[in-house]
């Protein structure tokens, strides 16, 4: 089982920008598609973007399109997400989350259930 570690959030104006990263250790990392989540009080959470194990895949919520970018190292068993021009409605808890998988091809994962492990989260808040 791999441990996520999520870091970066904070509080924010609105147009501002943040990068979150999210650490993973226990694992071979490049096994694991990362995707990160976010959640808002009283509401489900939501997919924000994923990536495949290698990079080169990536998948973004429409919210985030054009905003915010997700990227991985897996020399340093790291992924961020960066969001620029942030607004109020990007306020959440974002969670890093990691599926494991043994396929070398584009897959990217959109769902909370196909994740298995997570990380304890980090609070953004963009204020207006």
């Known amino acids: 089982q791999v441990q996520l570690v999520e870091s970066g959030g904070g509080l924010v104006q609105a147009g501002g920008s943040l990068r979150l990263s999210c650490a993973a250790s226990?694992?071979?990392?490049?096994?694991?598609?990362m995707g990160w989540f976010r959640q808002a009080p009283g509401k489900e959470r939501d997919f924000v973007a994923a990536?495949?194990?290698?990079?080169?895949?990536?998948y973004y919520a429409d919210s985030g399109k054009g905003r915010f970018t997700i990227s991985r190292d897996n020399a340093k068993n790291t992924v961020y997400l960066q969001m620029n021009s942030l607004k109020p409605e990007d306020t959440a808890v974002y969670y890093c989350?990691?599926?494991?998988?043994?396929?070398?091809?584009?897959?990217?994962?959109?769902?909370?259930?196909?994740?298995?492990?997570w990380g304890q989260g980090t609070q953004v808040t963009v204020s207006s």
């Open positions: 989350a990691a599926a494991g998988t043994s396929s070398r091809w584009s897959v990217v994962f959109t769902t909370v259930y196909e994740y298995g492990n």
């Open positions: 990536i495949n194990w290698s990079g080169g895949t990536t």
């Open positions: 226990g694992g071979t990392f490049n096994n694991y598609v």
